[in-house]
Every structure is written in structure tokens, then in C-alpha cells.
């Protein structure tokens, strides 16, 4: 019983930063439409951060553009595999975070492509592809991930007998 409930208190807690990070992604992109025509750029920071508003129809820098169909499958698709790894998720908090703010931010973008067609992407560093919210806790997921399944691995290496 207490299992169970240590789950529940988990998927709980996967799905609230999931959706926050959707959520924070949606209304940050909607206060970007509101504010900027599309391609007006407005410093932030002069010479380091800007807001520039961009419709991307493909992927990260643009690669792909109007392959929307393809993103959404390579989605779901993902969230597959992702799902195919729950049990090694849900053992460590920090890893169901990670893997939460990453399907939050691959969730705001689907639901981008689903609605529009496009991306909606707006921070500006001057010298990096201009990207968003999702962009960045996609990246962030994504990287704490991959950074766990090599020290599980290591682990795993490290305790088997040798052969």
C-alpha cells in the first residue's frame, strides 16, 4: 500500500510541474503575440538578451521547416519511450523533475505545431537561435536525463562481475 501511494504522490507531482512548465511556456508565448509583431526584436538586455518574435515552422534552428507531421509523430513517439522507462523515473525524485520538465516543454511545443503549424519562439541571445520556454526545459530534461542513464550505467558496470 504505501508503494502505491508513494506512486501516486509521484505521478502527482510529475504531472503538476509538467503542466506548470506548459503552462508557463503557453502564457509566456501568448504575452509575446500580444506585445511584438512577428520579427520585432526589443532589447531586454542591450548586447545580451532581446525579444524577437519568430514563427518557426520547423525544428531547432529551423531545420525541417513544414515537416509537421513528422515533429508530432517523433513526439509521440518519444513520450513512448520515455513511458517505457517509468520504473527507472519514478525511483529518484530528481529524475521524474527532469523527465517532467521535459514533457512539459515537448508538450507546450506539440501543442504549437498542433494549433498553429508553427513554434512560437522569442528569446534572443544575439549569437543563438532564437527559442522559448519549451525549448529550455527540453533541453534542461533532456540533459539531466542522459546524464542519469550514463551514471546508471557506470553504476551497473561497475557492480557486475567481470567477465
Known sequence: MDQQRTQQHSL????ATAAGVF???QISKHWVKQVLASGETV???PSVLSLTLVYNPGAAFGL???QRWLFIAATLLLFAVLYSM???VLKHMHRLLAVAV??????GNLWDRIRWGYVVDFVDL???PVFNVADVAI???????AWEVIQYERRRQNSSPAS
Open 23 to 25: 503552462l508557463l511556456d
Open 102 to 107: 521535459f514533457v512539459g516543454g515537448a508538450i
Open 86 to 88: 517509468r520504473d527507472f
Open 126 to 128: 544575439g549569437f543563438w
Open 139 to 145: 533541453v534542461v530534461g533532456a540533459v539531466v536525463v
Open 64 to 66: 525541417l521547416a513544414g
Open 12 to 15: 502527482k507531482i510529475f504531472g
Open 43 to 45: 532589447p531586454v538586455i
